[in-house]
């Protein structure tokens, strides 16, 4: 076994090309560098990221190999079921799958280390998950190839399948299963972990998928001999171990397939990591190398709140550090999603517009309050350009209808025109207001 697990790491197309695999897994992390880099979970998530790609390529040039090699013992006149690679073969591919998951997480490592990472660690959640799925992968394309067709049939077949099962199941994708049966995550938020039972619940699927792999061309090989009278009958204790194997493989994938969320949400640190300006933006002390951008847009929100004549809000919090339930006034909630600080800037900005008129004075009537927000959410826009002294991403968008090139113009625009401009919509906004109650609401 030793010695033809050896011949195998050295003759297998896929343990031969699993470098490639591995430079172009960190190629992907690398592209994408500035999204984790510095931040322990962005950079454990970003590990599997690339796998949408490279686990059904690996997948497929492993069914590729071995539908040629079993082509090839059939034109020999060989039984594909006695063949003493199949094992063999199996471990090395997975040898070479690990391979590539543990240069992954040497990258992450490397980088996340080099560039001064605030106290932590990779999480081994997000490896374990990682190999579970390009473990699945490769397993995938040795059943398929083990199963019979021309060539390019297993290939093909095993990588569009592969593709489909990964993509149908990223984070975002489908409310209803995208956290059950998740392999893949394109970001790793600092107020979510991964659950203990959902990371055993993937490695468990895994490992079935190499079972049915080994075992279930065999059956199939075995149960056709029987009924062309060619089997020799199986012993007492093999018919035992194909029994309690296959209702192991049952409640496995009974288990599996009731799996709970794999993501969890995390319990927030007694103490955040927050900017040291008047106005805060406080973060998990994993995202402390986005303070830097924070503070910048922190540091023009008390010029920004002047322009508008409301007082200087107190904070706003990466999610999951505060239960919106119970903010105070003057603090909200916002989201990271990597690098970017748009979500922050437009918390922040729309803080601010909540300032301008208080809840309970919103306009009743649809018109009323249709041209309100429409006011405020132009205002919200302006002031997010003015926060981040910049222009919108190309390719930015929303779905309020504001014409966001007629925002960007007027954030172009000299001081005096821009305050001539905000002073309208304030003016339109307290207007509407006292319209709905002028007693209360002046």
Not at 150 to 164: E, G, H, K, Q, S
Not at 197 to 212: Q, S
Not at 286 to 315: H, N, S, Y
Not at 400 to 421: F, L, P
């Amino acid at each position: 076994m030793t010695g033809i697990l050896r011949i195998e790491m050295r003759r297998s197309l896929l343990v031969r090309l699993s470098p490639l695999a591995a430079a172009a897994l960190v190629a992907l992390m690398v592209n994408d560098i500035h999204t984790w880099r510095g931040i322990w979970p962005e950079g454990s998530a970003h590990i599997s990221a690339p796998l949408l790609f490279i686990g059904p390529l690996m997948g497929g040039v492993g069914a590729w190999e071995v539908r040629r090699r079993c082509l090839a013992g059939a034109a020999r006149g060989a039984r594909s079921r006695a063949a003493p690679w199949i094992t063999p073969l199996l471990i090395a591919h997975l040898l070479s799958g690990a391979a590539v998951v543990a240069v992954g997480a040497l990258c992450a490592i490397i980088v996340n280390l080099a560039s001064g990472a605030p106290a932590g660690f990779l999480w081994p959640s997000y490896v374990l998950v990682a190999l579970a799925c390009l473990t699945e992968c490769i397993a995938v394309g040795l059943l398929l190839g083990r199963l019979g067709g021309p060539a390019w049939f297993a290939p093909v077949i095993t990588a569009m399948l592969l593709f489909l099962r990964l993509v149908i199941t990223l984070p975002g994708s489908g409310e209803a299963m995208r956290f059950h049966f998740t392999r893949l995550f394109l970001s790793g938020r600092a107020s979510a972990v991964l659950s203990p039972i959902g990371v055993a619940l993937a490695v468990l699927e895994a490992g079935l998928v190499v079972v049915l792999a080994r075992s279930v061309p065999d059956l199939i090989a075995h149960m056709r001999a029987t009924r062309a009278r060619t089997a020799y009958p199986w012993s007492r204790t093999r018919r035992r171990t194909v029994v309690v194997g296959g209702l192991s493989c049952v409640v496995a994938g009974a288990l599996v397939l009731t799996s709970p969320r794999l993501t969890q949400e995390r319990r927030p640190p007694k103490e955040p990591v927050c900017t040291s300006t008047e106005f805060r933006i406080c973060v998990w002390p994993d995202e402390a190398a986005r303070l830097p951008g924070l503070t910048r847009i922190a540091e023009r929100v008390p010029e920004q709140a002047q322009a508008l004549g409301v007082p200087v809000p107190d904070r706003i919090s990466s999610n999951g550090l505060e239960d919106t339930r119970s903010l105070e006034p003057g603090s909200s909630n916002f989201v990271i999603e990597s690098d970017s600080t748009w979500f922050a800037a437009d918390s922040a900005a729309g803080l601010l517009t909540a300032s301008v008129v208080s809840a309970q004075c919103y306009p009743h009537d649809e018109s009323g309050r249709q041209a309100y927000f429409k006011a405020a959410r132009e205002l919200s826009m302006l002031l997010e350009l003015r926060l981040q002294a910049a222009d919108w991403p190309q390719g930015m968008r929303d779905n309020s209808g504001v014409d966001r090139a007629e925002i960007a113009r007027i954030g172009r625009a000299d001081e005096e025109e821009q305050q001539t401009w905000i002073d309208e919509r304030l003016a339109t906004m307290h207007s509407l207001a006292a319209g709905s109650d002028p007693e209360h609401c002046p």
